[in-house]
């Protein structure tokens, strides 16, 4: 069974920052790519960033600049600083991943984290 748990968020002032973690755990062969997607009351949820094990990144428009995505291919960890922040990046925010298990069984599907609130104050 596959699991991914995010942690990091909370509530900040405008212009502060957060960290968010996500990690995924299991019976995994591979989860790539990793990234994070977010969902802001009444709107659909829509991507922020996502990353390759071969650390290729994607972005919104909304974040560059402000948000950098990273991972960590041995714990399965991807990672969220967000910078600069704006009472508009106020969301639940979700770990997603594109993973391969382990086994002669091996399945290959989209998993999604809990989800995250970050609000941001102005």
């Known amino acids: 069974q596959v699991q991914l748990v995010e942690s990091g968020g909370g509530l900040v002032q405008a212009g502060g920052s957060l960290r968010l973690s996500c990690a995924a755990s299991?019976?995994?062969?591979?989860?790539?790519?990793m990234g994070w997607y977010r969902q802001a009351p009444g709107k659909q949820r829509e991507l922020v960033a996502t990353?390759?094990?071969?650390?290729?990144?994607n972005y919104a428009d909304s974040v560059k600049g402000r948000f950098t995505i990273s991972r960590d291919n041995r714990k399965n960890t991807v990672y969220l600083q967000m910078n600069s922040l704006k009472p508009e990046d106020t969301a639940v925010y979700y770990c997603?991943?594109?993973?391969?298990?382990?086994?002669?069984?091996?399945?290959?599907?989209?998993?999604w984290g809990q989800g995250t609130q970050v609000t941001v104050s102005s």
């Open positions: 997603n991943a594109d993973v391969s298990t382990l086994g002669v069984r091996s399945t290959r599907r989209v998993y």
């Open positions: 990353i390759t094990s071969g650390r290729t990144t």
């Open positions: 299991g019976s995994i062969f591979s989860a790539d790519p």
